[in-house]
């Protein structure tokens, strides 16, 4: 599955971002904790490798407890890592994130100096929502919609530490296939950039191996069926999304399920665990270089054709 949304804002945030990065003391990165590793982008971990990073794991509300807790504990194995679960509408996690901060920038933190934090995460995250909490009063824009923040802007708290919120980016290229069908589903990605029916196939298909009893709840079901086709249909016809001759609206299904999940609708639920992220990295470092092995094939082809032709 390609992803064909990468708004020109973007790229330019990238290059902004660079060119501060040595001003910042410390990372804030928002993560969905949904999909910590799918919402992790590598773009900013390559920018912020040197810098201690706080990793917010926003919208914890929504997401599977138990896991959301193994994700931390994969993560704080960095040292220079820290953690946070949060709805972000909740002051004393606001008075955490500051506290974080002064711990991971111990020196400048003693020594009364300002603490330049960036913030930086994927798109319909709750960057600005979590700006708005730390400074105790509306600063930034916040929105359902991805992109909201175009421009870096600085906050300065009371606390010493001064806030850079960046625009949520994406990256170009999203390598693990089941990555973007995640982000998708969690609302990252723009709804016009991708077939709502695709994404909720994937989301249907995973739901029924992994969390059935929120299906049937959710949706008053005897038992769940064993394939997402059948899934939507049978959800589509309950919901009345039938279209002339009694058939399914398969898009109308597709779009209620998907907006049931973004809102909570459809009970705790986290779309990927660090052991199934540690698979699913293998089998893209796989394709990658089988990728490479036939790209070197063609190349040598191409240029053992060159010789022949000039032998002739």
């Known amino acids: 599955m390609a992803i064909h949304w990468y708004p020109g804002h973007m790229h330019k945030a990238t290059r902004e971002m660079t060119k501060i990065l040595p001003e910042v003391d410390l990372v804030i990165e928002l993560l969905d904790a949904r999909l910590p590793a799918s919402s992790q982008n590598p773009v900013i971990a390559a920018l912020s490798q040197t810098k201690p990073c706080i990793k917010i794991l926003s919208k914890s509300d929504l997401a599977d407890p138990e896991t959301t807790t193994a994700w931390q504990d994969h993560f704080e194995q960095d040292a220079s890592v820290k953690t946070l679960q949060t709805t972000l509408d909740q002051a004393d996690k606001a008075q955490k994130v500051t506290r974080l901060c002064q711990a991971l920038v111990p020196g400048k933190a003693l020594e009364h ?11 319909n995250v709750g960057k600005s929502t979590l700006i708005n909490a730390l400074a105790g009063r509306r600063v930034t824009k916040t929105g359902d919609e991805p992109a909201i923040t175009k421009s870096q802007q ?37 709804d016009t950039a991708m077939g709502i ?25 005897v038992s769940v069926p064993t394939t997402e086709i059948e899934f939507i249909e049978l959800m589509g016809a309950r919901r009345g999304c039938l279209s002339s001759g009694g058939r399914v609206d398969l898009e109308k299904a597709s779009a209620i399920l998907v907006n049931e999940f973004r809102a909570g609708m459809l009970g705790l639920i986290t779309l990927e665990t660090p052991v199934m992220i540690k698979d699913e990295e293998v089998i893209v470092a796989q394709l990658k270089q089988a990728k490479i092995e036939r790209d070197e094939a063609r190349k040598r082809k191409f240029r053992s054709g060159q010789r022949d032709a000039k032998e002739e």
Do not use: C, Q
């Open 113 to 123: 100096l300002r603490i330049v934090a960036m913030v930086a995460g994927i798109p």
């Open 154 to 190: 600085r906050i300065k708290l009371e606390e010493g530490i001064t806030l850079l919120d960046t625009p949520g980016i994406l990256w170009p290229k999203i390598e693990n296939e089941n990555s973007g069908y995640r982000l998708a589903a969690a609302g990252a990605i723009r």
């Open 197 to 221: 029916e695709d994404v909720a196939f994937y989301l249907a298909d995973y739901l029924i191996k992994h969390y059935p009893e929120n299906l049937k709840n959710r949706y008053d079901l």
